[in-house]
């Protein structure tokens, strides 16, 4: 993982003709979310480790256990 990479298109959303009609929705809400948990955190920590999705198909976390403090 390189914080200071070059940005890329991905295909989280799709593309062309086949773009999500969802995604500036969900932009929308992962803003509103992130900007109202993210200034009440007081720390994040790993409480166990990541869990892949396996499969030939799409890749990714099927887990990921946190463990938090808010203010």
């Known amino acids: 993982f390189d914080i200071g990479r070059t940005p890329n298109k991905h295909l989280a959303f799709g ?40 499969s030939t198909f799409v890749s990714g976390l099927k887990r990921l256990p946190i463990r938090y403090q808010l203010d």
């Open 15 to 54: 593309f062309g003709v086949h773009y999500c009609l969802g995604a500036m929705l969900a932009r929308m809400e992962l803003k509103a979310l992130f900007g109202a948990l993210l200034p009440r955190l007081k720390s994040v920590e790993l409480a166990g480790n990541p869990e892949l999705i396996r």
